[in-house]
């Protein structure tokens, strides 16, 4: 059985700072771990996921995660977020298929001007 | 190229009712999949439909079912409804190509709202 676990339901952050956003898994296979973010009154868009290789892995809109297996985290990161960056994200995982994801709880992100 | 469309975008029950929701995938992707939102529970994987045919299927009582026809177009019905019932349905759409690399397309949800 797998579990995500995402630390900080809420990170509010003033504009032009770095932000990081925790996630820790837990999975008995190996595992493939993605983040998405949902804009209000939307549905939930990919930013990144890693399935092997580099564990710095580089998203859109200028976010990049990475993956620490001794540690079971795969935590978000930008160097400078913008107003709207204001969204909720979700760390996901998977054992091997993309479309049966296990989401950890939410960390609603709020941009501060 | 059209996104997945989910409707309807609101829906209003009372208890004991049924409900049907409607998926249209992206034009040319094979799989559907659902998902429950609230924020109690946050999200959870219901179950996904590949050439009409259920693959995969979440921890959700019987209640819960869906279909899927020849063009892909999916729906999930909730039969006898409950309070707890009440949620963000989210549908999403792949090529289902059998790998983690394919990529989920999600729908703007509908929100049921059973009283």
């Known amino acids: 059985a797998q579990s995500v676990t995402q630390l900080d339901s809420q990170v509010p952050v003033f504009e032009e700072a770095p932000v990081e956003l925790r996630c820790n898994y837990s999975s008995s296979v190996s595992v493939y771990l993605f983040w998405y973010v949902q804009y209000p009154n939307q549905g939930l868009q990919l930013l990144l996921k890693?399935?092997?290789?580099?564990?710095l892995v580089k998203g859109i809109n200028g976010f990049e995660a990475e993956f620490n297996k001794s540690q079971t985290s795969f935590h978000l990161r930008k160097p400078s977020v913008h107003i709207s960056d204001t969204a909720e994200y979700f760390c996901a995982v998977s054992d091997g298929s993309a479309r049966q994801l296990t989401f950890g709880s939410g960390t609603q992100l709020t941009v501060l001007p | 190229k059209a996104g997945v469309t989910q409707t309807p975008r609101y829906l209003i029950k009372t208890r004991g009712q049924q409900v049907t929701l409607s998926c249209s995938p992206i034009?040319?992707?094979?799989?559907v999949s659902w998902y429950q939102q609230t924020p109690g529970q946050g999200l959870q994987f219901l179950f996904e439909?590949?050439?009409?045919?259920?693959?995969n299927k979440g921890n959700f009582p019987g209640r819960f079912s869906g279909r899927q026809f020849s063009n892909s177009r999916s729906e999930m019905n909730v039969s006898t409804l409950e309070l707890g019932d009440s949620a963000l349905y989210l549908c999403?759409?792949?090529?289902?190509?059998?790998?983690?690399?394919?990529?989920?397309?999600f729908g703007s949800g509908t929100q049921l709202s059973v009283l």
């Open positions: 034009s040319g992707h094979r799989s």
């Open positions: 439909y590949f050439s009409e045919t259920q693959r």
């Open positions: 890693y399935l092997s290789g580099s564990t």
């Open positions: 999403a759409s792949s090529l289902a190509k059998q790998s983690p690399e394919e990529k989920l397309f």
